[in-house]
């Protein structure tokens, strides 16, 4: 851990946001949406834990989206660790370009691009939060907060009074909390999409029987995010129609 003097009445220690994923139970609509262990007793270890749980997470969803891609050429096994890392930007690529122009997939094609978008999206506001140096300050009412060390400088240095009153730009740890709750929504999202890659591939050009179009109504409200994913680990669709044709909770 390096510790460094930003300004003269500030004292931050310093950690590096990249770290190796730790695999760790996370729920929605809590605060932090992560169970932070016991153990992890100082704000150093916190930071590290929750940049890490993000990054495990994202991960997953890399393998979500390969999946996807996979199943879009005709392979429908799941794609766990591929032995040849790719960018996960041109595997959305593919993906966009596959449903844009392949008439079997014209039935999801909207709902799959806009999932693919957010994808995107979070990718994009994930990397801003995990390739840069965090800052941990203890205030003197005892209160940890997390900074951008980036936003941190800025401001530190600013010779503008007003943004020095405003305090650093709002880049926090609840942010990369944030990210990683929209990581897991998508993750079910895109796992629906898989399975609704294969029904259709395997479908096309065949009349649909009322089982088919059922789960097609599933993979429409998973893969367009109407749905939440609660603490157990089992959503709970938006729409109650759809809901209670499946028996599923909503």
């Not at 040849?84 to 799959?112: G, H, M, P, Q």
């Not at 294969?198 to 029987?209: K, V």
């Amino acid at each position: 851990m390096i510790e460094g003097e930003l300004h003269r009445n500030s004292r931050f220690a310093l950690t590096y946001g990249s770290v190796l994923g730790v695999l760790g139970n996370v729920t929605r609509g809590t605060v932090w949406r992560m169970l932070i262990p016991e153990k992890l007793e100082t704000p150093e270890d916190k930071l590290a834990y929750v940049v890490g749980v993000v990054t495990g997470h994202f991960a997953q969803m890399e393998d979500a989206t390969n999946s996807v891609r996979r199943a879009l050429g005709g392979d429908h096994t799941i794609a766990v660790g591929s032995p040849k890392y790719e960018s996960i930007s041109i595997v959305l690529d593919d993906c966009k370009n596959t449903f844009k122009e392949d008439i079997r997939f014209a039935s999801i094609r909207d709902d799959a691009l806009s999932l693919l978008g957010r994808v995107t999206e979070a990718k994009e506001r994930r990397n801003d939060l995990i390739h840069r140096m965090w800052a941990v300050k203890l205030g003197p009412d005892g209160v940890v907060e997390y900074r951008m060390l980036q936003d941190i400088l800025e401001h530190e240095l600013s010779t503008n009074r007003k943004k020095r009153k405003a305090g650093p730009k709002g880049r926090t740890i609840e942010k990369l909390a944030d990210v990683d709750d929209r990581l897991l929504h998508m993750q079910r999202s895109m796992n629906s999409l898989w399975q609704a890659v294969i029904r259709l591939s395997y479908w096309h050009n065949q009349p649909w029987t009322a089982e088919v179009e059922l789960q097609m109504n599933l993979h429409r409200e998973m893969v367009s995010g109407r749905f939440d994913l609660l603490a157990t680990g089992e959503i709970r669709l938006n729409d109650r129609a759809v809901a209670d044709a499946l028996q599923i909770g909503h």
